[in-house]
Nanobody, 123 residues
């Protein structure tokens, strides 16, 4: 059974940085895509950044140039470095593992989810 555990959330002032990590256990030999999503109160879950099995990354327009996604296959971790944070980045962030090699931001393509970690950007 695949399990994803996020860490690294917290509160930060606008312009600050946070690094989210996702530890993955229980992977089978065939790994799928992975990504980070977020959900703010009253809004639908949206994709933030994803990585395909070939290493190709995809970022939401709202985070391009500020967020960086990285995957360590040896340690089975997925990280999201978030810089120049804005108040609109405030949300619960979820790590997800997908069933295909390339998933984009299609929520239904992801079959394993972490419990989420809160990120709050406020002055």
């Amino acid at each position: 059974q695949v399990q994803l555990v996020e860490s690294g959330g917290g509160s930060v002032q606008p312009g600050g940085s946070l690094r989210l990590s996702c530890a993955v256990t229980g992977y089978t030999r065939t790994n799928g895509c992975m990504g980070w999503f977020r959900q703010a109160p009253g809004k639908t879950r949206e994709g933030v950044a994803t990585i395909n099995v070939d290493g190709t990354t995809l970022y939401a327009d709202s985070v391009k140039g500020r967020f960086t996604l990285s995957k360590d296959n040896a340690k089975n971790t997925l990280s999201l470095q978030m810089n120049s944070l804005k108040s609109e980045d405030t949300a619960v962030y979820y790590c997800a593992s997908g069933r295909f090699g390339a998933c984009g931001f299609v929520v239904s393509f992801y079959n394993y989810w972490g419990q989420g970690t809160q990120v709050t950007v406020s002055s």
